[in-house]
T-cell receptor
Framework: DAGITQSPRHKVTETGTPVTLRCHQTENHRYMYWYRQDPGHGLRLIHYSYGVKDTDKGEVSDGYSVSRSKTEDFLLTLESATSSQTSVYFC?????????????FGPGTRLTVL | GQSLEQPSEVTAVEGAIVQINCTYQTSGFYGLSWYQQHDGGAPTFLSYNALDGLEEKGRFSSFLSRSDSYGYLLLQELQMKDSASYFCAVSSGGSYIPTFGRGTSLIVHP
């Protein structure tokens, strides 16, 4: 399995505070993704990256920003957290063009915004 | 845009066979993936179909019909540990980036 970790694993914060979630992968995968998962909605793409300093928006990007300064790290920032951003956040990495289109997911971060 | 439909819940008994269907609407279809997720865990990849037909991987098989915009995941010899959520995901428009369905909760009874 790809080595992909997320930190923190759990976080409780207050409305209006900034929050940064970190994703780290050791497989040299070019593509990385941030998803949020909420009951009844499956996995929804927030932002993705197709290389260092190359990022783009997903379907639910409002209120989130990302940065990727190194291949192995992909950061997700909530500039001013809101209660609607309470969710489980998953990071994933992928090496496209390998035929299987497989994504490798991190263990997730459970974020609660009070 | 893209849309995927899969049942919200399926129940079956241990040892049985169950099929989880996925229909999709998209342009420039590239491939259909399946993921498994246990409660509290991360999604894990099961299979990927880019061409029509059945792909078999042990107890799990996945089928794709591009002309019908339809696929399914077939689980045989069900075990209690197969109780989980199963997501189909479609890649299209020449992109590797998948769009996920809302997931099917599979409940396996003894």
């Amino acid at each position: 399995d790809a080595g992909i970790t997320q930190s923190p694993r759990h976080k409780v914060t207050e409305t209006g505070t900034p929050v940064t979630l970190r994703c780290h992968q050791t497989e040299n995968h070019r593509y990385m993704y941030w998803y949020r998962q909420d009951p009844g909605h499956g996995l929804r793409l927030i932002h993705y990256s197709y290389g260092v300093k190359d990022t783009d928006k997903g379907e639910v990007s409002d209120g989130y920003s990302v940065s990727r300064s190194k291949t192995e790290d992909f950061l997700l920032t909530l500039e001013s957290a809101t209660s609607s951003q309470t969710s489980v956040y998953f990071c994933a990495s992928q090496l496209p063009g390998q035929g299987s289109n497989e994504q490798f997911f991190g263990p997730g971060t459970r974020l609660t915004v009070l | 845009g893209q849309s995927l439909e899969q049942p919200s819940e399926v129940t079956a008994v241990e040892g049985a066979i169950v099929q989880i269907n996925c229909t999709y609407q998209t342009s420039g279809f590239y491939g259909l993936s399946w993921y498994q997720q246990h409660d509290g865990g991360a999604p894990t990849f099961l299979s990927y179909n880019a061409l029509d037909g059945l792909e078999e991987k042990g107890r799990f098989s996945s089928f794709l019909s591009r002309s019908d915009s339809y696929g399914y995941l077939l689980l045989q010899e069900l075990q209690m540990k197969d109780s989980a959520s199963y997501f189909c995901a479609v890649s299209s428009g020449g992109s590797y980036i998948p769009t996920f369905g809302r997931g099917t909760s599979l409940i396996v009874h003894p």
